[in-house]
């Protein structure tokens, strides 16, 4: 999943593609990609103008949250400052929710 604020989205020309990374990105670690790939998803995303990247780990229901000022992990309980959005915020359980089968 991928974001890039309206602004950003209405000034690229209809013939043309956007430039440098989305400022919010979201990966979702598979059994089908490494924690290698995720790395260098994330230090491509964040060399080219990526504001905010998360690395979404559901077997362990944790995210990792990488930023200019560095990555941070959070787990049960925690709740993700959201950069991109100030003021707002995402709780990591809401994240995963009830995943009781």
Do not use: H
């Not at 999943?1 to 000034?11: L, T």
């Not at 059994?31 to 504001?51: D, F, Q, T």
């Not at 941070?72 to 707002?88: E, H, K, M, N, Q």
């Amino acid at each position: 999943m991928a974001w890039v604020p309206a602004s950003r989205w209405a000034a690229v020309a209809s013939e043309d593609c956007l430039q440098g990374a989305p400022d919010f990105v979201v990966e979702v670690a598979s059994p089908s990609n490494s924690a290698e790939e995720l790395a260098e998803k994330r230090r491509i995303c964040m060399r080219n103008g990526c504001r905010e990247f998360w690395a979404v780990y559901p077997r362990i229901e944790v995210i990792d949250v990488t930023t200019a000022a560095g990555t941070s992990s959070y787990g049960a309980g925690d709740t993700i400052p959201l950069s991109v959005f100030p003021g707002r915020s995402i709780a990591v359980d809401a994240v995963f929710g009830d995943r009781a089968c």
